[in-house]
Each structure stands twice: as C-alpha cells, then as structure tokens.
Nanobody, 126 residues
Framework: QVQLVESGGGLAQAGDSLRLSCAAS????????MAWFRQAPGKEREFVAM???????????DYAGSVKGRFTISKSDAKNTVYLQMNSLKPEDTAIYYC????????????????WGQGTQVTVSS
C-alpha cells in the first residue's frame, strides 16, 4: 500500500510562486511514475505534470499545455518525494492539487494511477 501526502498549498497572488511537495510511503519509490493533477470547483480533474520512474533510466517529464513553461516537476528518490514548482501563478491555477503514483510508465490519464493523495488547496487571487 502506498500513501501519498501533499503539502505546500496555500494562498498566492497572481505572479507569485509556490512549491508543492508529495511525500510517499513506499519501499521502492524509484519504481513509480509520479504525477500531479488538479481539480477546480465544478470541473473535472485534469492532468498537470508527470515524471517517469527512475528505474527506467529515462529522464522524461510531461506537462499540460496550460502550465508548460511555468511549472516544473521533479523528484528526490532519496527523500521519496515529488515536487511541483509553480511559477507565474494565475487565478485559473486555483484548484485542489493531487499527487498520484503509478507502478508503471505513467501517463496523462488519471485512471492509470493506482494511488492518490488527499489533495492540497491552491488559491490564486488576481
């Protein structure tokens, strides 16, 4: 069983930066593709970013078009943690952000992910 705990959310103004963290309780963190999704009020959960598992020895990341160039996903296998650095925040980035883990290749599809965190709220004011 994998447990994911997000932190780092909060209130920000447009143009600010926030860094989200997701700590995973798992023995072999390097075997999991990790991703961030978000869900705004009244909207479906959407893909934000993903990073390939380290055990594939392929440094691959993917971003939604709406955040590319502003957000950066990274991870530390030593700390069992994945991060989402969010720069140049916009009001439309307001959502609950969820961390997800896939014991596989990962993708943009939420259904591919086996484990989810409880979410952390990010609110951006104009």
């Amino acid at each position: 069983q994998v447990q994911l705990v997000e932190s780092g959310g909060g209130l920000a103004q447009a143009g600010d930066s926030l860094r989200l963290s997701c700590a995973a309780s798992v023995r072999t963190f390097s075997d999991y593709a990790m991703a961030w999704f978000r869900q705004a009020p009244g909207k479906e959960r959407e893909f934000v970013a993903m990073i390939r598992r380290s055990s594939d020895s392929i440094n691959y990341v993917d971003y939604a078009g709406s955040v590319k160039g502003r957000f950066t996903i990274s991870k530390s296998d030593a700390k069992n943690t994945v991060y989402l650095q969010m720069n140049s925040l916009k009001p439309e980035d307001t959502a609950i952000y969820y961390c997800a883990a896939d014991h596989g290749l990962g993708s943009r599809r939420a259904a591919n992910y086996d484990y989810w965190g409880q979410g952390t709220q990010v609110t951006v004011s104009s």
